[in-house]
Antibody
Framework: QVQLQESGPGLVKPSETLSLTCSVS?????????WGWIRQPPGKALEWIGY???????YYSPSLKSRVTISIDTSKNQFSLKLSSVTAADTAVYYC?????????WGQGMLVTVSS | EIVLTQSPATLSVSPGERATLSCRAS??????LAWYQQKPGQAPRLLIY???TRATGIPARFSGSGSGTEFTLTISSLQSEDFAVYYC???????????FGQGTKVEIK
């Protein structure tokens, strides 16, 4: 069974870089699919951050493109998110996901709070 | 950017009744439209993909229809476990951006 698990700091200071890693089990990320990040501010809607193909090609949301980097490490079966220059508006639950257009597997989600 | 507009924002329905949720795209997304259910404190669950194909394990009371810019999710007879927030999501090939709608909350009437 495919499982995804987010990890990283739950608290980040304003202006710093948010870094999260998604560990995948039950499926080799080098075999296919898109691997992405989605976030959800408290009480608000889901927002696509971006995704990476197993080959390494990426797509980022236009509104976040200047601050986002998604990378993949097939040797560890992991992929990662970096979001720079964070503000309180970046406080959200961050989900990692497997997708082929639609998302069929989600991580449990991780709350990241931006605060000094 | 393709904008998805969901309506209504909140839908009050009695158990056993039919619920009809709408999702409108700002430009054609063909059939590249999915629906998700999200309950408080949980990750979303995929219900429908390709506009009308039920995901594995999804009950037959959930159905999706539409193509192009107009889509509908229908829950034929609401069960207690169906009260949740529902999101649509498009994954059009070009531009290669994926976006979600703002959600419809289905609440008990």
């Amino acid at each position: 069974q495919v499982q995804l698990q987010e990890s990283g700091p739950g608290l980040v200071k304003p202006s710093e870089t948010l870094s999260l890693t998604c560990s995948v089990s039950g499926y080799s990320i080098s075999s296919g699919y898109y691997w992405g990040w989605i976030r959800q501010p408290p009480g608000k809607a889901l927002e696509w951050i971006g995704y990476i193909y197993h080959s390494g090609s990426t797509y980022y949301s236009p509104s976040l493109k200047s601050r986002v980097t998604i990378s993949i490490d097939t040797s560890k079966n992991q992929f990662s998110l970096k979001l720079s220059s964070v503000t309180a508006a970046d406080t959200a639950v961050y989900y990692c996901a497997r997708a082929e257009g639609e998302v069929d597997y989600w991580g449990q989600g991780m709350l990241v709070t931006v605060s000094s | 950017e393709i904008v998805l507009t969901q309506s209504p924002a909140t839908l009050s329905v009695s158990p056993g009744e039919r619920a009809t949720l709408s999702c409108r795209a700002s430009q054609s997304v063909s059939s590249n439209l999915a629906w998700y259910q999200q309950k408080p404190g949980q990750a979303p669950r995929l219900l429908i993909y390709g506009a009308s194909t039920r995901a594995t394990g999804i009950p037959a009371r959930f159905s999706g229809s539409g193509s192009g810019t107009e889509f509908t999710l229908t829950i034929s007879s609401l069960q207690s476990e169906d009260f949740a927030v529902y999101y649509c999501q498009q994954s059009n090939n070009w531009p290669p951006e994926w976006t979600f709608g703002q959600g419809t909350k289905v609440e008990i009437k």
